[in-house]
């Protein structure tokens, strides 16, 4: 495995759009996933909440990550579908998001989560689908 792994046996070398974003992996296994954000300027809209994308990215992140969790290490999944449904404003503060996998079939697996604020009240919900190939597919030339 490339991944380096602290002794929790959470990856360290998350992608660097995790990074970016400011997300915290704290649980990674068995099909589910969690991630910490604290929401601050730089995530906010013009009406001084976080941006929708902002949540729409930490769900695809959970969800993803809970469906990498349980797939075979030789296996290789990307998003094929996510929905996603506001409930209410996320605001500045913590925030914690998870996502676990609901189903999986041979080509396709099933994940749900939410993002929750530091009360439990749930902020956002979203339902998705990972398309699974055997292998990691080929990439394509760059130009």
């Known amino acids: 495995m490339s991944e380096s792994m602290a002794m929790d046996g959470i990856p360290r070398d998350e992608p660097a759009f995790h990074a970016l974003i400011g997300a915290r992996l704290t649980e990674k296994a068995g099909g589910r ?12 809209n013009r009406r001084g909440v976080a941006h929708g994308g902002v949540a729409a ?23 094929m579908q996510i929905s996603v449904q506001f409930r209410e404003p996320i605001f500045p503060g ?28 749930i902020l956002a919900t979203a339902q998705g689908t990972w398309t699974i190939w055997p292998s990691r597919p080929a990439t394509r030339p760059r130009g």
């Open 33 to 44: 996933a969690r991630y910490e954000l604290t929401v601050g300027p730089d995530h906010l």
């Open 57 to 79: 990215s930490l769900l695809d992140m959970a969800l993803g990550t809970a469906v990498v969790s349980a797939i075979a290490p030789e296996e290789w999944c990307g998003t």
């Open 94 to 121: 913590l925030v914690t998001v998870e996502g676990r996998m609901a189903r999986r079939g041979r080509t396709a697996a099933f994940a749900e989560g939410e993002v929750r604020d530091a009360e439990g009240k």
